[in-house]
């Protein structure tokens, strides 16, 4: 280990020429080791005899270089076989890869196929039992107009604070004037809608005064009460309380 250190230190040392024996870069530090050249630049003088002849042959030559120049990306991009054939492969049936297989029957058809992911809920499968009727609303009376009831700022709750239903309050409002139902445990009070509903006052008035998350389900599920009716939302229902 040592003998091998002795010897690489010996080795870099001897690489260094002795200050003594160098002119370092700013002439005046002799004490700063300089590196020697190991393959100093020839003679001027050797350089000029030895090449004349051949720099005067290149001088003579007065043909210009090539353009665009023999690597040039311009040329690359010419070069494509494409002059000797015009026309892009084209792949014959057998080349080409297979379709993809044809669904079944179940996917395509949730419906008659009874379950599966892409089944709709099965609250809205079922054919219901009574015509639905859509009623035609009044003008001024389109959910465009309920929509902008709603961003108007009016106060369509009729309350202070948001508060706590039993469903005995609840069922205290039950009449058209003051009507309020529960979806899925929040309380709104559904009045200022009953002119905007699709499906009339008579069905809408079904649910008022009680829980009606679940006609409103089985009815139309997609409907999103929680936006529809945000503008009206309570409260909350909760368990009677114990007397
Ligand atoms: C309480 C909150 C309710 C809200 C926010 C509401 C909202 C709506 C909306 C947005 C539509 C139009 C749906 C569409 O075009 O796809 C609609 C239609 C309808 N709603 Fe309601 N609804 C409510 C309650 C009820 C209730 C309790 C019934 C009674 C069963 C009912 C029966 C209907 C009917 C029959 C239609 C029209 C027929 C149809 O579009 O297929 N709705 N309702």
Request: charged residues 25%; aromatic residues 4%.
């Amino acid at each position: 280990m040592t003998s091998y250190l002795r010897g690489w230190l010996s080795a870099g040392i001897s690489s260094i020429s002795p200050p003594s024996q160098t002119t370092t870069e700013d002439g005046d530090n002799p004490d700063v080791p300089a590196l020697t050249r190991e393959s100093p630049p020839p003679d001027e003088d050797d350089e000029g005899s030895a090449t004349e002849t051949e720099r005067d042959r290149e001088d003579d030559d007065d043909s210009p270089p090539a353009f665009p120049s023999l690597n040039s990306a311009q040329r690359v991009q010419q070069k494509p076989s494409a002059a000797s054939n015009p026309l892009p492969k084209v792949l014959t049936d057998t080349q080409l890869m297979p379709p993809p297989p044809i669904p079944s029957n179940r996917l395509l058809n949730p419906i008659r196929a009874g379950s599966g992911s892409l089944a709709v809920p099965p609250t809205t499968a079922k054919r219901p039992s009574k015509k639905r009727e859509k009623v035609a609303l009044a003008p001024g009376h389109s959910p465009m107009d309920w929509a902008n009831l709603k961003a108007s700022g009016k106060d369509l709750r009729g309350i202070p604070t948001l508060m706590r239903v039993s469903p005995s309050m609840l069922k205290q409002h039950n009449t058209r004037d003051d009507a309020w139902t529960a979806i899925n445990g929040k309380v709104y009070n559904i009045t200022p809608y009953i002119e905007f509903h699709p499906g009339g006052e008579k069905e809408l008035m079904r649910v008022a005064g009680r829980d009606g998350t679940r006609l409103f389900a089985l009815t139309h599920a997609w409907v999103n009460a929680d936006m529809m009716l945000d503008a009206c939302l309570v409260g909350f229902l909760v368990a009677e309380p114990s007397s």
